[in-house]
Protein backbone atom coordinates (compact mmCIF):
# COMPACT_ATOMS: atom_id res chain seq x y z
CA UNK A 1 0.00 0.00 0.00
CA UNK A 2 0.65 3.38 -0.45
CA UNK A 3 1.18 5.27 2.80
CA UNK A 4 0.32 9.11 2.50
CA UNK A 5 1.65 11.12 5.68
CA UNK A 6 0.34 14.32 6.14
CA UNK A 7 1.64 17.43 8.21
CA UNK A 8 0.96 19.17 10.29
CA UNK A 9 -1.91 17.21 11.81
CA UNK A 10 -3.52 20.48 13.10
CA UNK A 11 -2.94 24.12 12.19
CA UNK A 12 -4.03 27.21 13.69
CA UNK A 13 -4.09 30.88 11.48
CA UNK A 14 -5.12 33.79 11.50
CA UNK A 15 -7.57 35.34 8.87
CA UNK A 16 -5.68 36.76 5.68
CA UNK A 17 -2.46 34.60 6.53
CA UNK A 18 -0.85 32.29 4.12
CA UNK A 19 -1.29 28.50 5.27
CA UNK A 20 0.75 25.65 4.19
CA UNK A 21 0.05 21.41 4.39
CA UNK A 22 2.56 18.87 3.61
CA UNK A 23 1.93 15.54 2.33
CA UNK A 24 4.49 12.69 1.22
CA UNK A 25 3.45 9.63 -0.36
CA UNK A 26 5.65 6.39 0.61
CA UNK A 27 6.48 6.17 -3.12
CA UNK A 28 6.24 8.11 -6.33
CA UNK A 29 2.94 8.67 -7.70
CA UNK A 30 3.84 10.38 -11.00
CA UNK A 31 2.62 8.68 -14.20
CA UNK A 32 5.85 8.64 -16.29
CA UNK A 33 3.27 7.97 -19.37
CA UNK A 34 1.29 11.46 -19.02
CA UNK A 35 3.74 13.21 -16.80
CA UNK A 36 0.87 13.57 -14.09
CA UNK A 37 0.97 13.33 -10.39
CA UNK A 38 -2.21 11.21 -9.25
CA UNK A 39 -2.59 13.11 -6.06
CA UNK A 40 -5.84 15.21 -4.73
CA UNK A 41 -6.78 17.58 -2.33
CA UNK A 42 -10.17 17.33 -0.39
CA UNK A 43 -12.03 20.25 2.09
CA UNK A 44 -14.11 18.28 4.15
CA UNK A 45 -16.14 20.74 6.42
CA UNK A 46 -18.18 19.19 9.26
CA UNK A 47 -21.20 16.74 8.39
CA UNK A 48 -20.62 17.15 5.08
CA UNK A 49 -18.42 14.47 2.16
CA UNK A 50 -15.11 15.86 1.46
CA UNK A 51 -15.01 18.20 -1.61
CA UNK A 52 -12.62 17.82 -4.39
CA UNK A 53 -10.24 20.75 -4.83
CA UNK A 54 -6.95 20.06 -6.62
CA UNK A 55 -6.65 17.13 -9.05
CA UNK A 56 -2.92 15.88 -10.64
CA UNK A 57 -1.64 17.65 -7.66
CA UNK A 58 -2.03 20.82 -9.03
CA UNK A 59 -5.02 21.38 -11.21
CA UNK A 60 -7.98 23.22 -9.00
CA UNK A 61 -11.75 21.90 -9.29
CA UNK A 62 -14.10 23.66 -11.41
CA UNK A 63 -15.32 26.38 -8.94
CA UNK A 64 -12.53 26.49 -6.26
CA UNK A 65 -10.78 29.65 -5.63
CA UNK A 66 -7.78 30.72 -6.61
CA UNK A 67 -6.48 31.09 -3.06
CA UNK A 68 -6.13 27.13 -3.41
CA UNK A 69 -3.36 25.95 -5.09
CA UNK A 70 -1.10 22.92 -5.19
CA UNK A 71 2.18 21.87 -6.34
CA UNK A 72 4.96 18.92 -5.74
CA UNK A 73 5.48 16.27 -7.54
CA UNK A 74 6.77 12.22 -7.03
CA UNK A 75 6.45 11.87 -3.68
CA UNK A 76 5.98 15.34 -1.99
CA UNK A 77 3.45 17.51 -2.05
CA UNK A 78 1.69 20.76 -0.84
CA UNK A 79 -1.36 22.42 -0.94
CA UNK A 80 -1.48 26.34 0.03
CA UNK A 81 -4.03 28.56 0.84
CA UNK A 82 -2.87 32.34 0.06
CA UNK A 83 -5.03 34.52 2.38
CA UNK A 84 -7.31 32.59 4.89
CA UNK A 85 -11.32 33.18 4.79
CA UNK A 86 -13.32 32.17 7.60
CA UNK A 87 -14.89 29.75 5.58
CA UNK A 88 -11.80 27.78 4.95
CA UNK A 89 -12.21 26.47 8.03
CA UNK A 90 -12.42 22.39 7.29
CA UNK A 91 -10.35 19.10 7.67
CA UNK A 92 -7.95 18.64 4.84
CA UNK A 93 -7.07 15.38 3.46
CA UNK A 94 -4.20 14.47 0.36
CA UNK A 95 -5.20 11.02 -1.61
CA UNK A 96 -3.01 9.17 -3.93
CA UNK A 97 -4.77 7.29 -6.97
CA UNK A 98 -2.00 6.12 -8.40
CA UNK A 99 -2.35 2.25 -6.83
CA UNK A 100 -5.46 0.62 -7.70
CA UNK A 101 -5.90 0.81 -3.44
CA UNK A 102 -6.09 4.86 -3.06
CA UNK A 103 -5.39 6.25 0.19
CA UNK A 104 -5.57 9.10 1.97
CA UNK A 105 -3.29 11.15 4.63
CA UNK A 106 -4.56 11.12 8.26
CA UNK A 107 -5.91 14.50 7.60
CA UNK A 108 -4.87 18.36 8.79
CA UNK A 109 -7.74 20.42 10.67
CA UNK A 110 -7.50 23.93 9.87
CA UNK A 111 -8.79 26.75 12.66
CA UNK A 112 -8.80 30.01 12.31
CA UNK B 1 -24.63 18.03 -12.65
CA UNK B 2 -23.86 14.58 -11.21
CA UNK B 3 -25.89 13.49 -7.75
CA UNK B 4 -25.11 10.66 -5.93
CA UNK B 5 -28.07 9.79 -3.36
CA UNK B 6 -27.45 7.15 -0.46
CA UNK B 7 -29.84 5.13 1.37
CA UNK B 8 -29.85 2.34 3.48
CA UNK B 9 -29.81 1.71 7.34
CA UNK B 10 -27.72 3.18 9.82
CA UNK B 11 -28.00 0.68 12.64
CA UNK B 12 -26.91 -3.01 12.77
CA UNK B 13 -25.78 -5.46 15.28
CA UNK B 14 -22.79 -7.37 15.14
CA UNK B 15 -23.01 -10.42 12.51
CA UNK B 16 -25.18 -8.62 10.32
CA UNK B 17 -25.06 -7.43 6.42
CA UNK B 18 -24.57 -3.83 5.78
CA UNK B 19 -26.40 -2.96 2.49
CA UNK B 20 -25.98 0.42 1.12
CA UNK B 21 -27.60 1.92 -2.55
CA UNK B 22 -25.84 4.90 -4.37
CA UNK B 23 -28.63 6.31 -6.80
CA UNK B 24 -27.09 8.04 -9.44
CA UNK B 25 -28.49 10.91 -11.53
CA UNK B 26 -26.42 12.96 -14.58
CA UNK B 27 -24.33 10.18 -15.29
CA UNK B 28 -24.42 6.40 -15.87
CA UNK B 29 -23.10 3.25 -13.72
CA UNK B 30 -22.67 1.69 -17.46
CA UNK B 31 -20.04 4.39 -18.03
CA UNK B 32 -17.24 3.58 -19.63
CA UNK B 33 -15.05 6.88 -18.74
CA UNK B 34 -15.81 6.72 -14.39
CA UNK B 35 -15.49 4.19 -11.54
CA UNK B 36 -18.06 3.80 -8.83
CA UNK B 37 -16.35 3.87 -5.59
CA UNK B 38 -17.39 3.09 -1.85
CA UNK B 39 -15.07 4.58 1.03
CA UNK B 40 -15.53 5.06 4.59
CA UNK B 41 -14.65 7.51 7.35
CA UNK B 42 -13.98 6.77 10.83
CA UNK B 43 -11.69 8.22 13.81
CA UNK B 44 -9.84 5.29 14.33
CA UNK B 45 -9.14 4.49 10.38
CA UNK B 46 -9.75 7.84 8.75
CA UNK B 47 -10.66 7.77 4.99
CA UNK B 48 -10.87 4.54 3.89
CA UNK B 49 -11.41 3.15 0.61
CA UNK B 50 -13.36 -0.09 0.70
CA UNK B 51 -13.69 -0.88 -3.15
CA UNK B 52 -14.80 -0.11 -6.63
CA UNK B 53 -16.75 -1.38 -9.68
CA UNK B 54 -16.78 -0.09 -13.15
CA UNK B 55 -17.78 -0.73 -16.72
CA UNK B 56 -14.78 -1.44 -19.09
CA UNK B 57 -16.35 -3.82 -22.02
CA UNK B 58 -17.59 -5.89 -19.34
CA UNK B 59 -18.05 -5.45 -15.31
CA UNK B 60 -15.20 -5.12 -12.95
CA UNK B 61 -14.63 -5.23 -9.54
CA UNK B 62 -12.00 -4.53 -7.46
CA UNK B 63 -11.56 -4.43 -3.42
CA UNK B 64 -9.70 -3.04 -0.59
CA UNK B 65 -7.40 -6.16 1.17
CA UNK B 66 -8.83 -5.49 4.47
CA UNK B 67 -12.49 -5.96 3.26
CA UNK B 68 -12.06 -8.25 0.32
CA UNK B 69 -13.86 -11.33 2.43
CA UNK B 70 -16.41 -9.93 3.49
CA UNK B 71 -17.62 -7.31 0.89
CA UNK B 72 -19.62 -7.27 -2.11
CA UNK B 73 -20.50 -4.34 -5.06
CA UNK B 74 -23.39 -4.86 -7.15
CA UNK B 75 -23.87 -2.63 -10.25
CA UNK B 76 -27.56 -2.39 -11.09
CA UNK B 77 -27.97 -0.46 -14.89
CA UNK B 78 -31.74 -1.17 -15.03
CA UNK B 79 -31.59 1.71 -11.60
CA UNK B 80 -29.12 3.31 -12.38
CA UNK B 81 -27.38 2.66 -9.12
CA UNK B 82 -24.52 0.91 -7.47
CA UNK B 83 -25.05 -1.34 -3.70
CA UNK B 84 -22.49 -2.12 -1.20
CA UNK B 85 -22.69 -5.05 1.09
CA UNK B 86 -20.35 -6.02 4.10
CA UNK B 87 -20.97 -9.18 5.63
CA UNK B 88 -20.50 -10.42 9.16
CA UNK B 89 -20.25 -6.60 10.99
CA UNK B 90 -18.60 -6.09 14.22
CA UNK B 91 -18.20 -2.87 15.95
CA UNK B 92 -15.30 -1.95 13.93
CA UNK B 93 -17.64 -1.60 11.42
CA UNK B 94 -18.63 1.90 12.36
CA UNK B 95 -18.14 4.74 10.27
CA UNK B 96 -19.75 6.83 7.67
CA UNK B 97 -19.99 5.68 4.47
CA UNK B 98 -19.71 7.23 1.08
CA UNK B 99 -19.85 6.56 -2.48
CA UNK B 100 -18.59 8.68 -4.88
CA UNK B 101 -17.12 9.07 -8.41
CA UNK B 102 -13.91 8.97 -10.35
CA UNK B 103 -13.95 10.49 -13.55
CA UNK B 104 -11.69 9.41 -16.64
CA UNK B 105 -10.52 11.35 -19.59
CA UNK B 106 -8.09 11.40 -22.27
CA UNK B 107 -5.59 13.51 -19.45
CA UNK B 108 -5.98 10.28 -16.93
CA UNK B 109 -7.61 9.53 -13.42
CA UNK B 110 -8.86 12.11 -11.82
CA UNK B 111 -9.79 12.52 -8.08
CA UNK B 112 -13.30 11.77 -6.29
CA UNK B 113 -15.42 14.72 -7.91
CA UNK B 114 -18.95 13.48 -6.74
CA UNK B 115 -19.45 12.35 -3.43
CA UNK B 116 -22.56 10.75 -1.90
CA UNK B 117 -23.85 12.60 1.52
CA UNK B 118 -22.55 10.18 3.29
CA UNK B 119 -24.18 7.20 5.87
CA UNK B 120 -23.63 6.79 9.68
CA UNK B 121 -23.50 3.17 9.83
CA UNK B 122 -23.53 1.80 14.00
CA UNK B 123 -22.87 -1.56 14.64
CA UNK B 124 -23.82 -2.24 18.38
CA UNK B 125 -25.49 -4.91 20.34
Known amino acids: DIVMTQSPDSLAMSLGERATINCKSS????????????LAWYQQKPGQPPKLLID???TRDSGVPDRFSGSGSGTDFTLTISSLQAEDVAVYYC?????????FGQGTKLEI | QVQLQQSGPGLLKPSQTLSLICAIS??????????WNWIRQSPSRGLEWLGK?????????EFAPSVRSRITIKPDTSNNQFSLQLNSVTPEDTAVYYC???????????????WGQGTLVSVSS
Open chain 1, 56 to 58: WAS
Open chain 2, 100 to 114: ARQPYNSGGWHGYDY
Open chain 2, 53 to 61: TYYRSKWNL
Open chain 1, 27 to 38: QSILLSSNNKNY
Open chain 2, 26 to 35: GDSVSSDSAT
Open chain 1, 95 to 103: QQYFHNLHT
